[in-house]
């Protein structure tokens, strides 16, 4: 009958999470590597799949960007480099999940469970399926960290992803934090408009929407993956009134090629989303087989400069246990007496007159 038929919600469509290699064979056509890497890793990595992601997956084409993010292959136990925790966060946490770096922000990590698992988390060692928002002593302790440092005005809520919480925890969180008279600046990283666009709720938004100013960052590597579904979500995100970035990370196979960030870029401007960090891909346990060399990274993102809007451009970055370091082309060339040579996007030379400034 018409009107009665229920919806899916999406704890529903999170329970159906592809996790098993049966489920996983019955969507894509598995490769030797594929089918080891998920036998194998077992009990070392954690991995599992959203359906609607899944159902973005190329159920014929291992080199598929979308599939390449999520089903576990054998390299991941191949990487001799790789280490657990490459940005020694557990040294910067003065309450356990509280990373403070920078004198005047923190990430805060409320959540241990995302909705898709990425080969090449950098918090692999925290993501689980397992148990989802920290407990109220941790935050408790967490909070009354934020109270005592004066010094924090952006406080970032991580994970894992913080969405997948229930719509009344993240806005309690979210206004508690809020309340401390010295953050004036909350901000949420979370995948889901990529990997479960339907948690994307009005409601959510709506109740998002009222801790102003609040900022959320999201995370998509493909174009592929800007799918209707989840451009709606981020529209639904920026119709509420909040503005959103990008995060993404430099991968092998996946975006590696300026043309592909080039279409991501426009297409997430398109979207109203601002492409903000492209990270280069940590020295992670498990993802050799991602790592771009960095020289490499810096001409990718040169490509891009004077040939696509400014700000759908991101800045690419190394994050390190001292913080995230810009990977710029030197467009300063030199200097030729007082004045300064400058190379365009189109490699034409510029000679600058250098001012002067009088002391
Ligand atoms: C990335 C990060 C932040 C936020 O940095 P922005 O450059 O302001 O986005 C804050 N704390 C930690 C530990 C981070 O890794
Ligand atoms: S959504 Fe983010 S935190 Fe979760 S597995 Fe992917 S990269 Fe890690």
Not at 214 to 238: M, Q, S, Y
Not at 256 to 272: C, N, Y
Request: glycine share 6%; with cysteine.
């Amino acid at each position: 009958m018409q009107g009665t038929l229920p919806t899916a919600t999406w704890q529903d469509e999170l329970r159906d999470s592809i996790t098993t290699l049966e489920q996983l064979e019955r969507c894509v056509n598995l490769t030797d590597d594929e089918r080891e890497g998920i036998q194998e890793i077992e009990g070392v990595f954690n991995w599992g799949i959203s359906p609607y992601y899944a159902s973005l997956m190329d159920p014929d084409d291992p080199d598929c960007p979308i599939r390449r993010q999520v089903v576990p292959r054998i390299q991941e136990l191949q990487d001799e480099l790789g280490v657990w925790d490459p940005l020694k966060e557990e040294d910067h946490s003065p309450v356990e999940n509280l990373i403070h770096v920078y004198p005047d922000r923190v990430a805060f990590c409320v959540s241990s469970v995302c909705a898709t698992f990425c080969r090449f988390c950098l918090r692999k060692r925290m993501v689980d399926t397992q148990g989802c928002a920290i407990g109220e002593e941790n935050l408790a302790e967490g909070i009354d960290y934020l109270r005592r440092n004066r010094q924090i005005r952006d406080v970032l809520l991580t994970g894992g992803d913080p969405l997948l919480m229930p719509d009344e925890q993240i806005e309690d969180i979210v206004a508690r934090i809020h309340e401390i008279p010295h953050v004036e600046l909350v901000r949420i990283g979370s995948r889901t408009p990529c990997t479960l666009p339907s948690r994307v709720t009005k409601e959510l938004c709506r109740r998002l929407a009222r801790h102003q100013p609040f900022w959320i960052n999201t995370h998509f590597n493909h174009p592929k993956e800007l799918t209707p579904e989840a451009v709606a979500a981020c529209g639904r995100i920026v119709d509420a009134g909040i503005p959103m970035g990008n995060q993404s990370v430099l991968l092998k196979g996946v975006n590696d090629d300026t043309a592909v960030l080039k279409e991501l870029g426009e297409r997430l401007v398109a979207a109203r989303v601002r492409p903000y960090y492209l990270y280069q891909c940590q020295t992670l346990k498990g993802t050799a087989h991602f790592r771009v060399e960095i020289e490499r990274g810096v001409q990718l993102v040169r490509g891009l400069r004077g040939r696509t809007s400014g700000f759908a451009i991101p800045q690419y970055v190394l994050d390190t246990p001292y913080g995230k370091v810009p990977l710029n082309y030197q467009y300063i060339k030199g200097r030729e007496g007082d004045d300064v040579i400058l190379e365009s996007f189109s490699g034409k030379l510029w000679r600058e007159p250098n001012p002067k400034e009088a002391d």
